[in-house]
């Protein structure tokens, strides 16, 4: 096959035919003219040129290409959930506005033929991740002596200034409520850039993926209370195991151990009755610890436990990559961590005029789990043996390999309130 670079120019031909031919190069293709003339090393133009702080520019320039990459799956994926009525072809990969997503909602219906590509891309951006991850031990290469050399030629830069990173934290649903607050406002660091400040702003207003995702996780077929109410028959099965539980802890003989058996039992029958009871709920999520509503929370129990199920196989690989999307992201901040502590140590000011390692330590809790509540899921699983039995109907219903939630499946869908969007 043709390179699609070559014009049709074939291999047997002059090479200097290739370089008269009107056709697009290599290098001109990829813009390299721009991209390998962009390192500009401070220290040499200081004359004292300092080694490492090619690898360092390098680095840097290096993620902001995948936070891009991942800007732009990301997009997509949003897309895909937010389907049909955005003009968007998801297929050719080209929408007619460029965001894609509508402005002042989500269409109700996802475009069900779609989700292979969804969990393609998600596992794409998991990919990427990975490779970020590691990244960070090629920049350790570097001695904080090194850096030391020409850090004090980059202030006031740094890495909070990088636009693509809140991009993608809004885009994937971290609100500003339960950001660490920093000089105030995040928004601060773009004060001169309208441009940035209407990217941002655009990034807060539009449904981020979790909120699309909420979405389609409380349509969840069987989650209706008038049919196969999978909620009021979880909670029979639940109480059943609470009651089993304080059975087991009064049979221990030893005063002690039995204690510790019935405050455990208690102690769940508590944390049940927070998904059990809707207020309780709300109020965790008010606290920020827990992220979805309440029914994307019952669609996620539901997909947990009955994923062997055909139709449920696709959406516990979709929830399973979402979780990957944290964990990353969360291994990614460690990372990045320990590497500021390595370099400038515990108690110098970030460039950016954090407190630095102290800043971003404190970036490492749950309040940036945007998919925190399919963590703590495991929580909320029962044992096997009292996992409500699918009816007939049902188990034909789940038994169709899954090619998305049809939407006449669950009206369920006006529990995320969307008050981002
Ligand atoms: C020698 C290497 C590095 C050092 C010492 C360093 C240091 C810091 C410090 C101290 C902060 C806190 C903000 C401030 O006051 O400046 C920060 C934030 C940040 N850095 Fe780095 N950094 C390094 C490498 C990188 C790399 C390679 C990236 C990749 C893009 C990066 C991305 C970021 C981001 C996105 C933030 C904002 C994090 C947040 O607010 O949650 N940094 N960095």
């Known amino acids: 096959m043709a390179c699609p670079l070559s014009d049709g120019i074939s291999d047997d031909q002059e090479s200097d035919q290739m370089t008269d ?13 721009k991209i390998l003339t962009a390192q500009r090393l401070l220290s040499a133009e200081y004359n004292t040129e300092v080694h490492d702080e090619h690898l360092f520019i390098i680095t840097h320039q290096a993620y902001e290409l995948w936070f891009k990459q991942i800007i732009y799956e990301l997009d997509s994926v949003r897309l895909l959930f937010n389907s049909d009525h955005s003009g968007y072809d998801s297929l050719n990969g080209t929408s007619k506005n460029h965001s894609g997503v509508q402005k002042n909602g989500v269409s109700q219906i996802l475009n069900e033929s779609r989700t292979l590509e969804i969990l393609k891309r998600l596992n794409r951006i998991v990919l990427i991740l990975k490779l970020l991850v590691d990244q960070v031990s090629i920049l350790e290469t570097m001695t904080p002596l090194d850096f030391m050399a020409f850090r004090d030629y980059l202030c006031p830069a740094s ?18 409520e339960h950001r660490v607050k920093y000089n ?5 660091v ?11 702003k655009r990034s807060e207003d539009e449904p981020s993926l979790s909120c699309l995702v909420q979405k389609w996780l409380a349509r969840t ?10 909620w009021g028959k979880y909670k029979r099965s639940v109480e059943k195991l609470l009651v089993e539980q304080e059975q087991l802890a009064w049979k221990h003989a030893k005063e002690q151990l039995r204690n510790y058996h019935l405050a455990n039992a208690r102690s ?20 920020g ?11 996620a129990v539901m997909i947990t436990l009955y994923r062997d199920e055909p139709r449920f196989s696709q959406p516990h690989q979709i929830l399973t990559a979402l979780m990957d999307i944290d964990s990353l992201i969360t291994k990614w901040r460690y990372n990045h961590v320990l590497m500021v502590q390595r370099m400038i140590g515990s108690q110098q000011l970030g460039t950016g005029g954090s407190s630095g390692y102290q800043y971003l330590k404190s970036t490492l809790s749950d309040r940036y789990k ?33 090619n998305g939630w049809n939407p006449d499946d669950n009206q369920n869908n006006s529990e995320c309130t969307l008050d981002d969007t």
Do not use: C
């Open 21 to 33: 031919s009107p056709g697009m190069l290599y290098g001109e293709y990829l813009r390299l003219d």
């Open 159 to 176: 890495g909070f200034q990088s636009l693509q990173f809140r991009l993608l934290e809004n885009k994937l649903g971290v609100k500003q």
């Open 184 to 188: 105030q406002s995040y928004h601060r």
């Open 190 to 200: 773009f004060g001169r850039d309208p441009k940035a400040i209407e990217a941002i």
């Open 221 to 230: 077929p069987g989650l209706e209370a008038h049919d196969f109410d999978f």
């Open 268 to 287: 769940r029958k508590a944390v049940f009755e927070t998904i059990f009871n809707e207020s309780l709920h709300n109020a965790l999520v008010s606290r």
């Open 289 to 299: 610890e827990r992220k979805f509503a309440y029914g994307a929370l019952q669609g």
């Open 370 to 402: 945007v998919f925190l509540d399919l963590f703590n899921l495991s929580t909320f699983l029962i044992p096997r043996h009292l996992i409500p039995p699918l009816t007939k109907q049902m188990k034909t219903r789940l038994s169709v390999a899954w």
